[in-house]
């Protein structure tokens, strides 16, 4: 197997990643000091007590949310001192988001939620809709309303949607946390799939099924990083 | 984007219904309001020109009032001496002048009061919109009575019939019945000129003579010429159309705060639901966010929403005021100073169209605070969302 250069450079470079939450007049470090590196290409789980501060550092790194303190790079990009307006831009462009709620719209049919991101991005996605929903196993569900979908379906309805424009990265949030176990396991099938098809893949989670297909695994703590390998 | 608005709006159909039904009767209120000044004007200007008429020679008193009580057939309390009437026709500027008298006639046995206008053959080029149902437009002979529509339904009188006066006890042959004019007209009853002055003992006495000229240009010079006609005072038509607007200036002012505060509560509804909305969905929005929609974007969504209900609701409003104004029309009317005949009512285009302008425009305006709230939401709050 031969190695492009680019294949080395790092998706995710983070140097001293640090949230302050003010709630009241007290301030609560939710990530402190966080500083690792993700390269194109990995598959990591972010495991961590509740609280830890997961999901903040998925926010940080979704582009959703900026940084107190500290630099981060996203696909070679700075993306610490960006506006709002260039946030969105890079979310849109480079971010997929998988949320433990699956997050479908209640009102629009399976199809519209997938091409919903490339409406905001202003891109043609018909094909690739129907394309990706071939690949999660829904083309047949496309004009059904979430409510007609099991959990398991809606996932995959909503990692459809997550790839509509081609990000570099997926972030997922416990994407298995709303789902059983056996359900779990076929959405952890496809992050590993999609994986092996060179998409890099971040996931937060409690699910030791997932934690041991990922290759690689950081453990947050009271917003530290235990072990950054 | 535009599926998004809509299904949006559909997911709560009561309280979006509510809202519609809200901004429709503010619309309908103001185009109402806005159509019933419009008409008002135009009908008037309308009945003016279709008289012919370019000035009134009423009694020396309060002119104003006087010219517009003759018009709409309402008696007065002085007269016109007979001579004025030699003195105007011998004027060379006037074409017609037409001479009226009117009285009020109470009646014993009912509680009304009958109004019989007294004129001549001049009087019937200034009304040209005179048409009989049944008989003959004109007087045959001294007791001969034209019977105004109400009129004659009221005494359930025919052409031809008999027809007694007991408070007067004279009795007149009906000539003919008047269409319906909806006019002041409909309830009169039109005689010859010298029977009205003999049967309420007016000889030589007129209310008041209306006057055309042979050019409507020569007014400013035939008025003070006209004006040293003693005990008479000279009205023009332009100076009456005046009196008519501040008259209804007052009434216009009150029905258009109405309009305004209709429009604003109606406002007011939209900014409350889209705010609701807003609060309530403000998961979803965050979603929509974190999936890539801009600030813009979101705040787009959320003023599409208020237009979409705002212009629905306003084009209902415009269906209602067509389908209600003119229960709307008759429940006004009473108060309206000397209400000309036709529907006072101008639905037109413009109306119309203005009336949904300002119903997008205000619905615009109320959705702009909950569209800036939706699109500071933080897309981080849809990690929360359930
Ligand atoms: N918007 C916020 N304002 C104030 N404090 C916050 C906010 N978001 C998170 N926090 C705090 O930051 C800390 C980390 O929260 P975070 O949601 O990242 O934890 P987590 O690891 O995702 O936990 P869980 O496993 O329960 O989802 C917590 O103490 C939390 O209370
Ligand atoms: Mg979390």
Redesign the interface.
Known sequence: MTTSPQENTSVIAAQALTKIYQRGREEVRALDAVSFTVARGEFTAITGPSGAGK?TL??LL?C??APTSGTLRLDDREVHGLD??AR?EL??STVG?V???F?L?P??TVE?NVV??A???RRSSARRAEMLLEKVGLLHRRTHRPHELSGGEMQRVAIA?ALI?EPRLLLA?EPTGNLDSATGYSIITLFQQLNAEGLTVLVVTHNAVMTAAARRQLALRDGRLADGK | ?L??VL??L??RPLRHGLTLAGVALAVAVLVCITAFGTGYRQTLRGELDRAGLQMMLVPTGCPYDDAARVLKNNTLENSLPASALDLARRDPAVAVAAPFLMAALPRTDTRRTDLWVGLDETALPLKPWWRVTAGRAWFNGPDEVILGADAAALEMRAPGDKFFSPETRREFRVAGVLERSGTSDDSIFFIPLATTQAMFAQTGRLTAIAIRLKDPALVREAAPRLQEIPGAQVVTMTEMMGTFLNLLGAVRTLLLALGVIALTVGALSVFNTLLAGVVERSG?LA?????????T?VFALITGESLLLSGVGGALGLALAVAGGPALENLVRPWVPFAPAQTLLALDDRVLLNGLALALAAGALAGIYPAWRASRL???L??K??
Do not use: I, K, W, Y
């Open positions: 999901s998925l926010n979704g959703m949310d709002e307006r969105t979310r849109r988001f949320f433990q709620h997050g719209l009102t629009l519209e919903l991101p409406l905001f991005a949607r424009n949030d | 984007m599926t998004l299904h949006n559909l997911r979803e979603l929509l966010r974190a999936l890539g929609a801009s600030r974007q933080s897309p981080a849809a990690v969302m359930e």
